[in-house]
């Protein structure tokens, strides 16, 4: 794998503290009598972030990893628990006092050519940010702003007048990382950015994330479902299933023991180069479909493909328990397993 | 990239000229301009509309002048009736062009109306959405159920003919069905991510309106206009035909048609020419309307 990025500073105080968050989404019935169902996509997920730290978010499709991110945002109204941003809880906050904590918190987004207003031009679109929050800078400084941007993202500034349409997947998603930041901001979600990407070109976009964090200091929340990506960006891993943290713990915490079996059965999948240890490696597949969100397994929400599950594991929802320094899982046996 | 590529970049920045971009409009006017229909209809309209603009120099009558010697008398070369007169000697090229200015203003002001409302009511729906979406839907549905045509028609009779009232009437009318269109698409852009991310950088709801959404739906607008203004000729034409259309001496194709459709067997060039402008330029309007369709939808794009 590649250099190792610098380790997280664990020691100061995390800039962004998530607890027991749940976004429900109402599903209108059928029936006419029936009650509104919730579709618990973010069913109490905690973790903390720390300065100048990448927290991976991984799981399988509809797992809810958008949808955390977003409504750590506020993008989507959480319907429960907090988000803690400097200390200052921001779930529910008023419009006035959420206006300039945006200028810290961007997104970037899997479909690049998607994330970006076709009839706006590369320099408009970069720019729009700054024009929200500093005005005041006058035309010509923010200018030459989205130029400075666009050459450090390595576009070329004599671009600034095209239209997205005009570039490449990989390009656009320099431009929607440009835009994310010109404002210099403390947390990028970046949800799936690579995913869109071309294979030789995913590397480039990770490589150029990395060195925008360094320079910058930046916090990511990096999510993804390729797990081998997560590896090479990410300080810090959460997995989750159906809306909840299976494992949370240090990337290479996670990669050597991981400890639940989900994690377990997803790191199992991902090939090993050598031939050797990957024909000799432990292996454990995933049985059965994914359960839907609107009907999760009562108890453990792994428990109907999980190899290992007993009685009580339908009975009580394991919670996330410390099992070492650097890792916590959610699972009633992940001593015994 | 590394470290000398990035300073040559850095470098260039200052530089380099700035390359122009290839908007998704100027695209779209290429395309339309290789449609011949539409460019044969654009340059028609173009000859009535400067018809209509200088038709007080065009013509040695005015559009009320009475010419006792020719009373509904047929095109005549020679005395300068090239179109003939009608029942009232008023020659009838001047009035077939001063009826051109009637039905084009109407078409264009009433679409206009409609556009201005209908595109600003279909965005705040289709942007907001949920609740305030229903109610404002819900009111459209119920403006679409009045027999509109029968509240036209009891407005002029009580306030009398007013080309004024004609034009607010007929756009009332016609922003609902454009509320309706923009509304749809708004639906589908505002999921889209880069809605999203100007949320999350806090671009305010109005400027995400016009700035990101309506600029995104213009394109099936204005093809929706091409087809809405020919819509509106033809309704003040129909309201003419009734009676109800613009007051005398003006005219409009609507009145001048009915008029001749009055003394079809004894003078059919009443009929014929006023008919053939009103067709031509609803044909016109058709033809260009699909030529916007295919140039700003293009499938392959
Ligand atoms: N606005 C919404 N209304 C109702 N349900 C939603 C909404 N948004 C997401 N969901 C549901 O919530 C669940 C989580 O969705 P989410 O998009 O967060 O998953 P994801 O992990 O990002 O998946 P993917 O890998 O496919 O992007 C899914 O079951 C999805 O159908
Ligand atoms: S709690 Fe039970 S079902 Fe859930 S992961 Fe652990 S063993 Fe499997
Ligand atoms: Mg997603």
């Known amino acids: 794998m590649s250099v190792m990025n610098k380790s997280a500073k664990k020691d100061a105080s995390p800039i962004l503290s998530v607890r027991d968050l749940k976004v429900h989404f109402p599903i209108s019935s059928k029936g006419l009598f029936a009650p509104d169902r919730q579709l618990k996509a973010v069913d109490g997920v905690n973790f903390d972030l720390y300065p100048g730290e990448t927290l991976g978010v991984v799981g399988e499709s509809g797992c809810g990893k958008s949808t955390l991110g977003r409504a750590i945002l506020q993008l989507i109204p959480p319907t429960d628990g907090q988000v803690a941003w400097l200390g200052k809880n921001i779930v529910g906050a008023p419009h006035r006092d959420m ?17 970006l207003n076709p009839r706006m031009t590369i320099g408009e679109i970069i720019a729009e940010p700054l024009v929200t929050h500093k005005p005041e800078l006058g035309k010509e400084e923010i200018k030459a702003r989205v130029k400075r941007m666009m050459a450090r993202v390595g576009l070329l500034p004599q671009m600034i007048n095209r239209y997205p349409h005009e570039f490449s997947g990989g390009q656009c998603q320099r431009i929607g990382i440009a835009r994310a930041m010109i404002l210099e901001p403390k947390l990028i979600v970046c949800d799936e950015p690579v995913s869109a990407l071309d294979v030789s070109i995913q590397a480039q ?8 964090q360094r320079e910058f200091d930046l916090s990511l929340i990096f999510i993804s479902h390729d797990l081998s990506i997560v590896r090479h960006i990410c300080h810090r891993i959460m997995v ?7 494992e949370l713990a240090d990337r290479d915490s996670i990669y050597a023991a991981p400890r639940h079996p989900y994690t377990k059965a997803l790191i199992s999948a991902v090939p090993i180069p050598d031939p050797e240890i990957e024909r000799n490696k432990e292996r454990i597949v995933l049985t059965g479909d994914l359960p839907s969100p609107l009907s999760p397994p009562s108890g453990c929400v792994f428990r109907t493909r999980c190899p290992f599950a007993k009685d009580k594991c339908a009975q009580e929802p394991p919670v996330l328990e410390r099992v070492s320094d650097s890792q916590e899982v959610a699972c009633h046996f992940h001593d015994s397993i | 990239m590394n470290k000398s590529e990035k300073t040559a970049l850095l470098q260039s920045a200052g530089a380099a000229e700035e390359i122009e971009g290839r908007s998704l409009w100027r695209d779209a006017r290429i395309r339309l301009f290789r449609n011949k229909a539409a460019v044969g209809s654009m340059i028609i309209l173009g000859i009535i509309t400067l018809l209509a603009i200088f038709a007080p120099l065009l013509s040695p009558y005015a559009y009320d002048q009475i010419d006792w010697g020719y009373i509904q008398e047929g095109p005549n070369w020679e005395n300068g009736h090239i179109f003939g007169t009608d029942g009232n000697g008023r020659d009838l090229f ?5 009826g051109a200015r009637v039905s084009l203003a109407v078409g264009l002001l009433a679409t206009t109306v409609s556009l201005i409302i209908g595109v600003t009511y279909g965005a705040v729906a289709g942007y907001f959405g949920g609740k305030i979406d229903s109610i404002m839907m819900r009111f459209v549905d119920v403006l679409y159920s009045l027999p509109f045509m029968f509240f036209v028609i009891m407005l002029m009779v009580v306030f009398g003919r007013n080309i004024f009232l004609i034009f607010v009437a007929l756009g009332a009318v016609e922003w609902l069905t454009m509320a309706r269109i923009v509304r749809g698409q708004t639906l589908s852009l505002r999921r889209r991510e880069f809605i999203e991310a100007a949320h999350a950088t806090g671009v305010s709801n109005f400027k995400i309106i016009f700035r990101h959404i309506i600029p995104n739906v213009l394109g099936p607008v204005i093809v929706y206009m091409t087809l809405t203004i020919p819509q509106v000729i033809l309704t003040e034409s129909f309201l003419s035909f009734l009676g109800l259309g613009v007051q005398e001496p003006l005219t409009s194709w609507g009145v001048l048609i009915s008029e001749g459709a009055k003394v079809i067997e004894a003078s059919t060039w009443m009929l014929i020419y006023p008919a053939v402008f009103l067709a031509l330029t609803l044909f016109c309007f058709n033809f260009i309307g699909d030529g916007l369709r295919d140039a700003l939808d293009p499938k392959d794009r």
Request: hydrophobic share 50%; net charge neutral.
């Open chain 1, 205 to 212: 976009i990770v490589n150029l994330l990395q060195e925008l």
């Open chain 1, 99 to 115: 206006q300039p904590l945006r200028r810290d918190l961007q997104i970037i987004f899997q479909d690049p050519l998607a994330s």
């Open chain 1, 240 to 246: 989750l299933y159906l809306g909840n943290v299976a």
């Open chain 2, 94 to 98: 001047i009035r077939v062009l001063y």
